[in-house]
């Protein structure tokens, strides 16, 4: 299901009768409190417009439309709402803005919300197999990658297509989808996901990376392990944790370069070291997803 | 002698519908304790789902539908009307209620209230308001029972008793 599909009435309605043409490449919607909703596609954007829909968006109507995307139900999703974010069943993300209540030096939870913008996960299928074809070519045994591009990149796209052509190619993959967005838990298909990810992948849904990483190394047997968007220093840990365990990790990061990640102490240990064969760097130039370049671990560092 | 017959006859049907009449005034009672002992059980079943498995209402509330015989159906439709995401909880909170006639409107007041912050904060919260819901059900049950109790018999009693003097004068 597209996430417009979980939005309450009149705005499902006015998304269902935007033209055809556009419809199908509608990318994302946001909402911001005192202007229209405003569509988001391929090379293209519109402010959302209909007989049944007000001027402008309200506060009060921000509200409504969490209530509905939380289920009406903030305390299962109390996690996500404190990073700033949803994920719909079927992984599509939506992002949260508004005033946070900190406690103890911690975000509690998130309230006065002044936008939302509803992004639409997509599965594509073909780029993880060019990857895996270069990554691996002249006999080049799999090993373990780092996708990184800005936000927006395609990484994250890319990484689950990887992940289907290694486990539908017999590879025994765990993935630690953290935020439900690569396996898009509760999407309708695939085994109660949203994505094929291959038949050789087992998913463990809503485990923060660290934690998942040392459940999959213990209980399931990984030769693979994917992890999406790393950040924390503990999420680097668990990473040389799997490297010491002889298990490959592919995972992705935000970043435009190797200048741009060698400011982070976490990952040039673990780079220096050989945690990672390979970083990939993508760019969203001319469009999400093309690949920049594969700076191999033994051409230097 | 048939005369007399007819007259016995008539005068016990006098009795069994005022009898009758009696109970039927009674059930309003009995059918508010029942219901309120009910709906404390869903609430705290509901309350282990929430903190425990972090259920959503939707799901939590299918799951408790299935073990609650006299709101049970009423639950099912406010589930569906949950499904449909259109309104504001509190909306279909409401008309939910607004289903269940052998609610009164104290309990009503009480349930009224839950339906303000039931899934609207942390599970710590939402445990103190469901534990809040559950005192004051506590306390509306002990009320509805000494009703039952004392009011329930009182209009059985009377109109009984104005059977049999009806049926007395009859004869």
């Known amino acids: ?37 405003h569509l988001y596609g391929a090379g293209w ?7 049944s829909l007000p001027e402008t968006v309200s506060s009060a109507e921000l509200d409504r439309i969490v209530g509905v995307l939380t289920d009406h139900s903030v305390y299962a999703r109390v996690e996500e709402l404190c990073q700033g974010y949803l994920t719909l069943p079927g992984g599509h993300r939506v992002g949260i803005a508004g005033r946070a209540v900190s406690d103890g030096g911690r975000v509690a939870t998130v309230r006065q919300i002044t936008s939302l913008n509803l992004r639409v996960a ?8 060019a ?44 993935v630690v989808d953290e935020r439900s967005e690569l396996a898009g838990f509760g999407g309708t298909g695939h085994s109660g996901f949203g994505f094929d990810l291959g038949y050789h992948t087992d998913v463990l849904d809503g485990w923060p990376k660290p ?13 693979v392990i994917a992890v999406d968007e790393l950040g924390a220093m503990q999420d680097y840990a668990a990473v040389w944790q799997a490297r010491y365990s002889g298990v490959r990790v592919i995972a992705t990061v ?48 | 002698m ?41 609430l705290r079943r509901l309350a282990t789902l929430i903190e425990w498995k972090r259920m959503p209402l939707r799901e939590a509330f299918g799951e ?64 103190e308001q469901l534990q809040a819901a559950e005192r004051e059900l506590e306390r509306l049950i002990a009320e509805a029972r000494w009703q039952r109790q004392h009011e329930g018999r009182l209009g059985p009693a009377l109109l009984t008793a104005a059977g049999i003097m009806l049926a007395i004068v009859l004869l």
Do not use: C
């Open chain 1, 1 to 37: 299901m597209d996430p417009w599909s979980y939005l309450p009435n009149p705005w499902r309605l006015a998304v269902d009768e935007v033209a055809r043409t556009r419809f199908t490449t509608l990318e994302e919607i946001r909402f911001r409190i005192g202007r229209p909703a």
């Open chain 1, 45 to 51: 954007n519109q402010p959302l417009r209909h007989a």
């Open chain 1, 122 to 129: 997509r599965a594509v299928k073909g780029p993880g197999e």
């Open chain 1, 131 to 174: 990857l895996y074809q270069r990554l691996t070519a002249n006999e080049r045994p799999l090993g373990s990658y780092l996708i990184a591009s800005p936000p927006r990149g395609g990484k994250t796209t890319l990484l689950r297509d990887l992940v289907r052509v290694l486990g539908d190619g017999g590879w025994r993959i765990v």
């Open chain 1, 211 to 223: 934690e998942g990483i040392q459940v999959a190394l213990r209980t399931l047997g990984p030769e």
């Open chain 1, 254 to 301: 935000h970043a435009r370069s190797l200048d741009e990640l060698r400011y982070r102490k976490d990952f040039i240990g673990l780079w220096e070291a050989g945690g990672f064969d390979a970083v990939v760097f993508l760019s969203a130039d001319p469009r999400p997803g093309t690949l920049q370049q594969i700076l191999w671990w033994s051409d230097g560092r």
């Open chain 2, 2 to 42: 048939m005369s007399l017959w007819m007259k016995l006859a008539g005068s016990a049907l006098v009795v069994a519908s005022t009898a009758g009449l009696g109970r039927l005034s009674a059930r309003p009672y009995a059918e508010r304790v029942a219901t309120l002992e009910e709906w404390l059980r869903l």
């Open chain 2, 64 to 127: 408790v539908a299935r073990g609650s015989p006299r709101v049970g159906a009423a639950v099912t439709r406010f589930v569906q009307e949950l499904n449909a995401r259109d309104e504001d909880f509190l909306s279909v909170w409401r008309r939910f209620l607004d289903n269940i006639p052998q609610l009164w409107e104290d309990d009503r007041a009480v349930l009224d209230e839950l339906g303000r912050t039931l899934g609207r904060s942390d599970v710590s919260h939402q445990r």
